[in-house]
């Protein structure tokens, strides 16, 4: 069976370079509702999923279930050519797959894609996020860089922190409730991550704001946006232990 769906360029560069902060390749699962993809970095520490409903495509035809392996930084480099206003075809046949953009087509082998790592997405439930600005959240993420590895996210009843410590050096933002998009705190909680996954992570997306879940000593989680609101994502981080 052929599958062929029409999305805007704008949109899929946005997924491959959400996907690219993590992986090489990725599993695209089309169904009869949409598309699911789910990726895990490989030491394990950070996971990506991407869900887009079929209505949020151009056209999408897919008569039966299909997982394509696709190679990102194939697609990306194909996808130079195009101006943001372009829309896209894919057209996948057995193991085949033709990207058409304009005048321009290419046709790739796809990767097998039971050789594609894909991760169960664990259940967690923390009661205690915030709304905050992308660019506000990338900010504290930017000027921590340059002095740690870490940054510890903490929110207690009042605000909401996040905070870097080097040698000699430390970064702090702190936003008040009343200045976020959104507070829900029903304790005090923090934990320590990785900056460079974050900020990797934050300078992809398009989306205004983003939903944080703190925990203490809990894999951050944090919800977004992508492909101008149509598509939801989710992005999950394993805390560093202090101590």
């Known amino acids: 069976m052929v599958m062929n769906i029409k999305i805007d360029v704008k949109d899929l560069k946005e997924i491959i370079d959400i996907?690219?902060?993590?992986?090489?390749e990725a599993k695209f699962e089309f169904s009869k509702t949409g598309l699911q993809i789910k990726v895990v970095d490989p030491a394990h520490v950070a996971?990506?999923?991407?869900?887009?409903?079929?209505?949020?495509?151009r056209e999408y035809d897919v008569p039966d279930d299909t997982e394509i392996g696709i190679d990102l930084e194939k697609f990306k480099d194909f996808l130079k050519a195009a101006k943001t206003s372009d829309i896209v075809e894919l057209i996948k046949?057995?193991?085949?797959i033709t990207i058409n953009l304009n005048y321009l087509t290419r046709t790739?082998?796809?990767?097998d894609p039971s050789s594609i790592t894909v991760p169960k997405v664990?259940?967690?439930?923390?009661?205690?996020y915030v709304v905050i600005s992308t660019e506000e959240f990338l900010d504290g993420l930017k000027v921590a860089e340059s002095i740690s590895d870490n940054i510890t996210l903490h929110v207690t009843m009042d605000?909401?922190?996040?905070?870097?410590?080097?040698?000699?050096?430390?970064?702090k933002l702190n936003i008040p409730k009343e200045n976020l998009k959104e507070f829900n705190v029903t304790s005090e909680a923090k934990s320590v991550y990785p900056v460079d996954y974050l900020l990797r992570f934050m300078k992809t997306l398009s989306s205004e704001n983003v939903k944080v879940y703190v925990g203490t000593d809990y894999p951050v989680k944090i919800e977004f946006t992508f492909a101008s609101d149509k598509g939801e994502g989710m992005f999950l981080l394993a805390p560093r232990i202090e101590g």
């Open 19 to 24: 996907l690219l902060t993590m992986v090489s």
């Open 108 to 111: 790739m082998s796809t990767i």
């Open 122 to 128: 664990p259940q967690i439930n923390l009661s205690n």
């Open 47 to 57: 996971m990506i999923t991407l869900k887009m409903k079929k209505e949020d495509f």
């Open 93 to 96: 046949e057995d193991s085949k």
């Open 159 to 171: 605000e909401f922190m996040l905070y870097s410590t080097g040698e000699e050096d430390q970064t």
